[in-house]
């Protein structure tokens, strides 16, 4: 089994900034690809950032330049750093990750971001 349990969010003002963690735990490699993904009121869940073979990021065209995501594979943590946040990122964001050995798709909990104009 794989367990994801998230922490930080919140609510910020436009130009802000928040990070979001994200422990993992089972049967994931540090190469899995781990991303995160986000879902407003009324949309589809998107892409936000994916980090894959522990290095190789991309990102949505949206945050490009504003949010970072990286990984500490000693902690089996991924993490999204948003900086210059604006009221758009407002969201459910949700951590994934692709465990190779259980062939699966794994998420979160979800975790509220909300950025005031």
């Known amino acids: 089994q794989v367990q994801l349990v998230q922490s930080g969010g919140g609510l910020v003002q436009a130009g802000g900034s928040l990070r979001l963690s994200c422990a993992a735990s089972?049967?994931?490699?540090?190469?899995?690809?781990m991303g995160w993904y986000r879902q407003a009121p009324g949309k589809q869940r998107e892409l936000v950032a994916r980090?894959?073979?522990?290095?190789?990021?991309n990102y949505a065209d949206s945050v490009k330049g504003r949010f970072t995501i990286s990984r500490d594979n000693t902690k089996n943590t991924v993490y999204l750093q948003m900086n210059s946040l604006k009221p758009e990122d407002t969201a459910v964001y949700y951590c994934?990750?692709?465990?190779?050995?259980?062939?699966?798709?794994?998420w979160g909990q979800g975790t509220q971001v909300t950025v005031s104009s």
């Open positions: 994934n990750v692709f465990s190779r050995l259980r062939g699966g798709d794994y």
């Open positions: 089972g049967s994931i490699f540090s190469i899995d690809p």
């Open positions: 980090i894959t073979n522990g290095v190789n990021t």
